[in-house]
């Protein structure tokens, strides 16, 4: 049986690999989201990652979380869902991961996180079928890309790359338009997220505990499915067009939500 030493030992050697390959300087190797992270006592952290998906969708989620495993810093774990795939309500402590339907709304996937300060406190994942039950979009590559990348927002991680038609940089935090390339973390992701967990957090379960008791109620019931739920635009690409959102409830709480739009229509809606 393979053990979690070696199969981290043997995902970062392929990480390196694949990074050694690039350009010097073609990768953003400092790529974190704001300082936003996980609080947590010691290092590597569990984090849940709750299935509320279809069973098309079950082995994509594996795969994102063997892939966010090799990192020292963090374990994932499959686990049971605590919500609906339409509504994918948030759960303290946790990911929601979910997929449905969602609309014709310009959209592939999006991450949200809730915050009290600068620490995560939950967060959704929503994969928009929509496109995925679509000839262009329903491919093992396209689904390990969104997948992987909305997975990694949550983390605490930004793209590396926002540009869809340069050279892939072997990282599903890399935007693109032939992702056959990009469906996996590399080693700039596990660097990282080294550098973002670095530091302890003290006591992480008494931090937790005391943002949920003081957290507004509506942080867990919202349905985050388009622009008109995310909140004010807080973030854009280097044309303009929105890819953060945020939704402020006060005193440090906020709900932050990264857009992976289509290639095609990207932030337009």
């Given at each position: 049986?393979?053990?979690k030493?070696?199969?981290?030992?043997?995902?970062?050697a392929?990480?390196?690999?694949?990074?050694?390959?690039?350009?010097?300087?073609?990768?953003?190797?400092?790529?974190?989201?704001?300082?936003y992270?996980?609080?947590r006592s010691?290092?590597?952290?569990?984090?849940?990652?709750g299935?509320?998906?279809s069973?098309?969708?079950?082995?994509?989620?594996?795969?994102?979380?063997?892939?966010?495993?090799?990192?020292?810093?963090?374990?994932?774990?499959v686990?049971?869902?605590?919500?609906?795939?339409?509504?994918?309500?948030?759960?303290t402590?946790r990911v929601?991961?979910?997929?449905?339907?969602?609309?014709n709304?310009?959209w592939?996937?999006?991450?949200?996180i809730?915050?009290?300060?600068?620490?995560?406190?939950?967060?959704?994942?929503?994969?928009?079928?929509?496109?995925?039950?679509?000839?262009?979009?329903?491919?093992?590559?396209?689904?390990?890309?969104v997948?992987?990348?909305?997975?990694?927002?949550?983390?605490?991680l930004d793209?590396?790359?926002?540009?869809?038609n340069n050279?892939?940089l072997g990282?599903?935090?890399?935007?693109?338009?032939s992702?056959?390339?990009?469906?996996?973390?590399?080693?700039?992701?596990?660097?990282?997220?080294?550098?973002i967990?670095?530091?302890?957090?003290?006591?992480?379960?008494?931090?937790?505990s005391?943002?949920?008791?003081?957290?507004?109620p509506?942080m867990?019931?919202?349905?985050?499915?388009?622009?008109?739920?995310?909140?004010?635009?807080?973030?854009?690409?280097?044309?303009?067009?929105?890819?953060v959102?945020e939704l402020?409830?006060?005193?440090?709480?906020?709900?932050?939500?990264?857009?992976?739009?289509?290639?095609?229509?990207?932030?337009?809606?």
């Amino acid at each position: 049986m393979e053990t979690k030493l070696s199969k981290r030992s043997a995902g970062s050697a392929v990480a390196t690999a694949i990074a050694m390959t690039l350009l010097a300087g073609s990768a953003n190797a400092d790529h974190a989201w704001s300082n936003y992270h996980w609080a947590r006592s010691k290092n590597p952290f569990t984090l849940g990652l709750g299935d509320n998906l279809s069973s098309v969708w079950d082995p994509y989620l594996q795969t994102t979380s063997s892939d966010w495993s090799v990192s020292n810093v963090l374990d994932t774990t499959v686990v049971a869902g605590q919500s609906s795939q339409r509504r994918c309500r948030a759960s303290t402590g946790r990911v929601e991961v979910c997929n449905g339907s969602y609309g014709n709304n310009g959209w592939l996937g999006i991450a949200s996180i809730s915050v009290s300060g600068s620490h995560i406190t939950s967060g959704t994942v929503r994969v928009n079928d929509t496109y995925f039950n679509t000839a262009q979009y329903n491919t093992t590559a396209w689904r390990n890309l969104v997948m992987c990348q909305e997975v990694g927002h949550i983390f605490g991680l930004d793209h590396q790359d926002e540009n869809f038609n340069n050279q892939n940089l072997g990282t599903c935090m890399d935007y693109t338009n032939s992702p056959s390339s990009n469906q996996h973390p590399n080693a700039h992701d596990y660097e990282e997220l080294s550098i973002i967990y670095s530091h302890l957090d003290g006591s992480a379960a008494a931090k937790l505990s005391q943002a949920q008791s003081d957290a507004p109620p509506a942080m867990e019931q919202l349905y985050l499915a388009g622009p008109a739920q995310w909140g004010r635009v807080i973030g854009r690409y280097a044309d303009g067009r929105p890819r953060v959102y945020e939704l402020d409830f006060g005193r440090g709480y906020k709900i932050i939500t990264h857009v992976f739009w289509l290639p095609e229509s990207r932030g337009t809606r």
